[in-house]
Structure formats: C-alpha cells, structure tokens
C-alpha cells in the first residue's frame, strides 16, 4: 500500500500531476508510473502479491482494449451518420 508519495526522487514520478487531472484521462503511461511508485513504496517484509499486481495489468490491459473498440465503434457511428445524410434526398427532410 503506497502511504506517501514524498519519498521519490524529483523528476523520477508525475504522481502530482496525475492527481491534478481527470480519470478520465489516464493512460497506460500513468498506470506504470503508479506502479512504479508503488513498487518503490512497498514494505520488502510485505511485498505486494504477485498474483494481485497480475490482475491490476491484466485489468488495465483489458480496459485500453474496450477503451480502443469503444473509440472504433464511435468511427464508425460517425462514418454511418455521414453516409445516411448524404443518401438523403433534400425531398427525405
């Protein structure tokens, strides 16, 4: 469990300006910067479980993918959108 972030050496992590944005906006960059963070920050008697931190990259693979198909589909609801309106006959409106 990361307590504090205050430990790390200045330029080493952007944990900072993470905070300061949106979840919306996290990246894959973000999420190895935390982990970075996290690794360092960890207790060596009580290290993290290996299993646990699988899952999280496993987790976050698996959301950049959805995030990636959700932005396709959108592509392609813009391009179909498109295609419709200019099928339409101006006698259609």
Same mark, same amino acid.
């Given at each position: 469990? *990361? ?13 900072? %300006?993470?905070?300061?944005?949106? !979840? /919306?906006?996290?990246? %894959? ?5 935390? $982990?970075?963070?996290? !690794? %360092?920050? %960890? /207790?060596?008697?009580?290290?993290? /479980?290996?299993?646990? !931190? $699988?899952?999280?990259? &496993?987790?976050?693979?698996? $959301? &950049? ?5 959700? &932005?396709?589909?959108?592509? *392609? &609801? ?5 295609? *419709? ?7 259609? /409106?």
């Amino acid at each position: 469990m *990361i307590n504090s972030v205050t430990n790390t050496t200045p330029g080493t992590s952007s944990v900072g %300006q993470v905070l300061g944005r949106g !979840m /919306d906006s996290l990246g %894959q960059g973000d999420f190895l910067k935390l $982990l970075t963070v996290q !690794m %360092q920050q %960890q /207790d060596p008697f009580d290290p993290v /479980d290996n299993k646990e !931190m $699988l899952a999280q990259m &496993a987790q976050f693979s698996s $959301l &950049a993918g959805v995030a990636e198909t959700n &932005a396709s589909l959108e592509r *392609i &609801a813009d391009k179909l959108d498109l295609l *419709i309106k200019s099928n339409q006959s101006p006698s259609d /409106d």
